[in-house]
């Protein structure tokens, strides 16, 4: 069951175009904020309030990287593992994370506390290395500082 | 020197309000251009100025929004969108635009909405830019409640809707017909060209997608002609372009400059040279998906003719440097893994050719090269060019490959004799 506050914030993607298709990403992000991810269930649940298909709406659930299909932590930590990073040292912050938090790429702490993902260039190059928790950007990050970071979580 | 994108913008981190955008002759055009120019001058203006596409393809604007069918028997809704995936490793520009003037951007869209009578226009945002999507949002709250965007704008007749939409992430979203194909909910493939998104793009409607830099020059031009707009270059390209460097560089940024500003200059005086102890070995002139430059070929004026006449391309503008102390191979791989991970998938050549391409430079890097591994990966270089595949993407893909293994082969062979990095 989708919840009054979920649909309300659905319906605001439906209106701004002119197919429920359109609206299945913004919505299944909708979605994702409140719940963290996208269960099976909660696919099935959008599927009815959509009138589409489970299957056409896990077609694009599986292709954008952006969409959880399956449990993440409480908070996502995103590392730049693109060209400009990499020049500047992103694979020893990377295995400073995975040292720190005893997990790699793809994986969560057994607390639930933090999932480690890679990212494609975030766009901030000029502050290379960079990464994101959550929605905040972290810029000219040193392996150093990723303790104090990571205990404001 | 004039700066006309970003002279006005505030050093401290905050973006220019509506009234501080006013008060710099913001939306002053637009009243001009909606009350007294019809769309086709509009059009007639971009076209005159020479404008070329700031994403990447260079293509002219206003030839794309001269393909849009007018008039009352033309397809409608017609859409406009404004292409904010920024996501070519390297590139950061639009991020500046996004985040420090969005009423700039969004004036720009309105113009070009005008200018191929469209009612609806999307801003498409890749998901990494919260910033610039709180801003965004803000932005567009505020220009309706101008009366710069919703029903009758200015007393025009004239209506327009205006949106944001988050992307769900994957670099081909931001591909023409992959965003065309993202914004109606689907996956991200490429859709072949004909038809053309001009005549048939969102839902089969006459649909414009341009670039963030773009759209932003629009008001500019529209305001001050077509002449003045060929006066701020050093070249015959036109206009400014907003270039960038990142790499080992003592100050990595962006700087608005004339389109024809030599690289050298670039990368020496504003971004301040190379770090102590460091020499350039070669230069990415415009993101992941444009050949390398080698040293000898610094003072290039950085325009879309020049770079190209080197084998390469200008891009996005935003040059990633390579020093002596950064393994060629290396960033090959990192590039490559980029592409590998990011092809859609849609057509053969490319997932298996960018897959193929990622496992034998994993191997030469890590030693378990042989040496007709780069005969291979010569052939891929082809094979995976234009014309093989639905979109650019692939063509992109093999640019840096096979500029290094042009330049950069000695460092391809020492990995396979070494058994190892030599870096390493």
Redesign the interface.
């Given at each position: 069951m989708l919840s009054d506050e979920e649909k309300k914030e659905i319906r605001a993607e439906q209106e701004?175009?002119?197919?429920?298709?359109?609206?299945?990403?913004?919505a299944?992000?909708v979605l994702q904020k409140h719940r963290g991810w996208i269960s099976d269930d909660t696919l099935a649940d959008l599927a009815d309030f959509l009138q589409l298909t489970v299957d056409e709406l896990d077609?694009?659930a599986t292709?954008?990287?952006?969409?959880f299909r399956k449990p993440v932590g409480d908070h996502i930590i995103?590392v730049c593992?693109?060209?400009?990073c990499?020049?500047?040292g992103y694979e020893s912050l990377r295995d400073q994370l995975y040292q720190q938090l005893q997990i790699k790429f793809g994986e969560t702490t057994p607390d639930h506390k933090f999932t480690l993902l890679p990212?494609?260039?975030?766009?901030?190059?000029?502050?290379?290395p960079v990464m994101?928790i959550d929605?905040?950007?972290y810029r000219n990050v040193t392996p150093e500082e990723l303790v104090q970071i990571l205990s404001d979580y | 020197m004039e700066r006309p994108l970003t002279q006005d913008l505030h050093t401290d981190g905050t973006p220019l309000a509506l009234d501080e955008y006013e008060r710099t002759g913001g939306y002053q055009t637009l009243r001009k251009a909606l009350l007294e120019m019809s769309p086709q001058d509009i059009t007639n203006v971009v076209k005159q100025s020479g404008l070329a596409g700031r994403g990447g393809a260079a293509f002219p604007t206003g030839s794309k929004w001269s393909f849009v069918p007018m008039g009352p028997d033309a397809p409608r809704p017609k859409y406009l969108v404004a292409n904010a995936d920024?996501?070519?490793?390297?590139?950061?520009k639009?991020?500046l635009l996004l985040e420090y003037n969005p009423h700039q951007l969004i004036e720009g869209m309105i113009l070009a909405s005008y200018a191929i009578e469209a009612s609806v226009s999307?801003v498409f945002l890749?998901?990494?830019?919260?910033?610039a999507g709180e801003r965004i949002e803000r932005a567009i709250a505020e220009a309706y409640q101008a009366g710069y965007l919703g029903k009758n704008i200015l007393g025009s007749k004239f209506d327009l809707e205006l949106?944001l939409?988050?992307?769900?992430?994957?670099?081909m979203?931001g591909e023409e017909t992959g965003l065309l194909n993202?914004?109606?909910?689907?996956?991200?493939n490429p859709r072949s060209k004909p038809p053309f998104p001009q005549t048939s793009g969102l839902?089969g409607k006459p649909t414009i997608v341009n670039n963030v830099e773009t759209l932003s020059n629009v008001p500019h031009i529209i305001d001050k002609g077509a002449a003045w707009f060929q006066g701020l270059s050093l070249t015959d390209e036109p206009g400014t372009k907003i270039f960038?460097?990142?790499?080992?560089v003592n100050h990595?940024?962006?700087w608005e400059l004339p389109l024809g500003t030599p690289m050298q200059e670039i990368i020496n005086e504003y971004a301040g040279g190379m770090r102590q102890g460091l020499t350039i070995r070669g230069v990415?002139p415009g993101g992941?998906s444009t050949d390398f430059l080698t040293p000898e070929n610094l003072n290039v004026p950085m325009d879309f003719k020049s770079v190209q006449k080197l084998g390469s391309r200008l891009g996005t503008g935003?040059m990633?440097v390579?020093?002596d102390k950064?393994c060629p191979v290396?960033?090959v791989l990192?590039?490559e893994?980029?592409f590998a991970?990011?092809s859609?998938g849609w057509c053969t050549p490319c997932w298996a050719g960018t897959q193929y391409i990622e496992r034998t430079l994993h191997a030469i890097e890590n030693g378990e090269g042989q040496i007709e591994d780069l005969d291979r990966l010569e052939a891929h270089t082809w094979k995976l060019g234009p014309g093989n595949t639905y979109c650019a993407f692939a063509p992109g893909a093999v640019e840096p490959l096979q500029s290094a293994l042009k330049y950069y082969r000695a460092d391809f062979e020492e990995h396979i004799k070494q058994k190892h990095c030599p870096w390493r």
């Amino acid at each position: 069951m989708l919840s009054d506050e979920e649909k309300k914030e659905i319906r605001a993607e439906q209106e701004m175009f002119p197919t429920n298709q359109a609206a299945s990403i913004g919505a299944m992000l909708v979605l994702q904020k409140h719940r963290g991810w996208i269960s099976d269930d909660t696919l099935a649940d959008l599927a009815d309030f959509l009138q589409l298909t489970v299957d056409e709406l896990d077609s694009v659930a599986t292709f954008y990287d952006k969409i959880f299909r399956k449990p993440v932590g409480d908070h996502i930590i995103r590392v730049c593992d693109s060209v400009s990073c990499w020049i500047m040292g992103y694979e020893s912050l990377r295995d400073q994370l995975y040292q720190q938090l005893q997990i790699k790429f793809g994986e969560t702490t057994p607390d639930h506390k933090f999932t480690l993902l890679p990212n494609v260039c975030l766009g901030d190059c000029d502050h290379a290395p960079v990464m994101m928790i959550d929605d905040r950007l972290y810029r000219n990050v040193t392996p150093e500082e990723l303790v104090q970071i990571l205990s404001d979580y | 020197m004039e700066r006309p994108l970003t002279q006005d913008l505030h050093t401290d981190g905050t973006p220019l309000a509506l009234d501080e955008y006013e008060r710099t002759g913001g939306y002053q055009t637009l009243r001009k251009a909606l009350l007294e120019m019809s769309p086709q001058d509009i059009t007639n203006v971009v076209k005159q100025s020479g404008l070329a596409g700031r994403g990447g393809a260079a293509f002219p604007t206003g030839s794309k929004w001269s393909f849009v069918p007018m008039g009352p028997d033309a397809p409608r809704p017609k859409y406009l969108v404004a292409n904010a995936d920024e996501m070519e490793p390297g590139t950061f520009k639009d991020r500046l635009l996004l985040e420090y003037n969005p009423h700039q951007l969004i004036e720009g869209m309105i113009l070009a909405s005008y200018a191929i009578e469209a009612s609806v226009s999307f801003v498409f945002l890749r998901w990494e830019y919260k910033v610039a999507g709180e801003r965004i949002e803000r932005a567009i709250a505020e220009a309706y409640q101008a009366g710069y965007l919703g029903k009758n704008i200015l007393g025009s007749k004239f209506d327009l809707e205006l949106h944001l939409h988050v992307s769900g992430g994957r670099y081909m979203a931001g591909e023409e017909t992959g965003l065309l194909n993202a914004l109606e909910g689907k996956r991200a493939n490429p859709r072949s060209k004909p038809p053309f998104p001009q005549t048939s793009g969102l839902w089969g409607k006459p649909t414009i997608v341009n670039n963030v830099e773009t759209l932003s020059n629009v008001p500019h031009i529209i305001d001050k002609g077509a002449a003045w707009f060929q006066g701020l270059s050093l070249t015959d390209e036109p206009g400014t372009k907003i270039f960038g460097v990142s790499g080992k560089v003592n100050h990595p940024g962006l700087w608005e400059l004339p389109l024809g500003t030599p690289m050298q200059e670039i990368i020496n005086e504003y971004a301040g040279g190379m770090r102590q102890g460091l020499t350039i070995r070669g230069v990415l002139p415009g993101g992941a998906s444009t050949d390398f430059l080698t040293p000898e070929n610094l003072n290039v004026p950085m325009d879309f003719k020049s770079v190209q006449k080197l084998g390469s391309r200008l891009g996005t503008g935003t040059m990633i440097v390579m020093d002596d102390k950064t393994c060629p191979v290396g960033m090959v791989l990192n590039l490559e893994h980029f592409f590998a991970q990011e092809s859609c998938g849609w057509c053969t050549p490319c997932w298996a050719g960018t897959q193929y391409i990622e496992r034998t430079l994993h191997a030469i890097e890590n030693g378990e090269g042989q040496i007709e591994d780069l005969d291979r990966l010569e052939a891929h270089t082809w094979k995976l060019g234009p014309g093989n595949t639905y979109c650019a993407f692939a063509p992109g893909a093999v640019e840096p490959l096979q500029s290094a293994l042009k330049y950069y082969r000695a460092d391809f062979e020492e990995h396979i004799k070494q058994k190892h990095c030599p870096w390493r």
